[in-house]
């Protein structure tokens, strides 16, 4: 691989999933792997990634690029929709399934049996840790890729 706007992105990625399993055992007292690739928590996964391709694409390309249009358009894109829409998704699924707690919602009908995701939005301070998180990142393999 020699992308290295990818690969920095990437790790940047894996960064903050793996820093998510580690809140989630401080905060929760549970191991739960599956918090790496999913969505919403602590930090922001989606924001870390976008701002380390955004950082590296601006040292790389330039700011003046297309590239860096492109990527500064579509961080902007992410972390608008991980603060405001699925951050509101989740607080609606938090909401839906108290009230599918309620007897008078019993069934047998699956549809009423599963609990719907919660985790699915970040908080303004999810997606700021998220934004450290990639720039770090970006800046520590924009230091070894030199």
């Known amino acids: 691989m020699q992308n290295k706007i990818l690969i920095i992105s990437a790790i940047s990625w894996l960064v903050a999933g793996v820093l998510k399993v580690i809140v989630e055992i401080r905060v929760n007292h549970s191991f739960?792997?599956?918090r790496i690739i999913g969505a919403g928590g602590m930090p922001s996964s989606h924001t870390a990634t976008v701002v380390a391709l955004m950082v590296t694409t601006?040292?790389?390309?330039?700011m003046n690029s297309a590239e860096f249009?492109?990527?500064f358009i579509f961080a902007i894109v992410?972390?608008?929709?991980?603060v405001g829409v699925r951050y509101e998704t989740g607080e609606q699924a938090k909401v839906i399934n108290k009230i599918l707690e309620n007897p008078i919602f019993a069934t047998s009908d699956e549809e009423f049996e599963r609990r719907l995701k919660e985790y699915?939005?970040?908080?303004p301070f999810q997606v700021v840790v998220g934004a450290m998180v990639g720039l770090i990142v970006s800046i520590?393999?924009?230091m070894v890729i030199k």
């Open 58 to 62: 601006s040292y790389i390309q330039g």
């Open 120 to 123: 699915v939005g970040h908080t």
């Open 69 to 71: 249009a492109i990527s």
């Open 32 to 34: 739960d792997l599956k």
């Open 78 to 82: 992410v972390i608008h929709d991980a």
């Open 140 to 142: 520590i393999g924009i």
